[in-house]
Nanobody, 125 residues
Framework: VQLQACGGGLVQAGDSLRLSCTASGRTASNYVMGWFRQAPGKGREFVAA????????KYADSVKGRFTIFRDDAKNTLYLQMDSLTPLDSAVYSC???????????????????WGQGTQVTVSS
């Protein structure tokens, strides 16, 4: 499966952004999917993940209550709604998918087999 993320940009603190990740090549509904981010000088960190059925989302503590992950399998698209953004949220955001047939959500980036290119999110204070 190929993944293409978009929707990043430059916003002010308190603003919202919605990231999208479109899957091609295979049906997105077959995959557990997630979002990760990487700030300059830091490692790639888990943001959120969602099950194949769209339920049981999991979030990093740093985004819980502000970010919402959801999917529209009819459009083969994964989303990340980001509200109340702060400068600490500035990073390159990447979408990822676990291997086909896997049903368990994971927060460890090593558990994801497929990655899209990142989209830059910059939040100014």
């Amino acid at each position: 499966v190929q993944l293409q993320a978009c929707g990043g940009g430059l916003v002010q603190a308190g603003d919202s952004l919605r990231l999208s990740c479109t899957a091609s090549g295979r049906t997105a509904s077959n995959y557990v999917m997630g979002w990760f981010r990487q700030a300059p000088g830091k490692g790639r960190e888990f943001v959120a993940a969602i099950s194949r059925a769209g339920g049981s989302p999991k979030y990093a503590d740093s985004v819980k209550g502000r970010f919402t992950i959801f999917r529209d399998d009819a459009k083969n698209t994964l989303y990340l709604q980001m509200d109340s953004l702060t400068p600490l949220d500035s990073a390159v955001y990447s979408c990822a998918a676990r291997g086909g047939g896997i049903t368990v959500i994971a927060s460890d980036r090593r558990q994801y087999a497929y990655w899209g290119q990142g989209t830059q999110v910059t939040v100014s204070s």
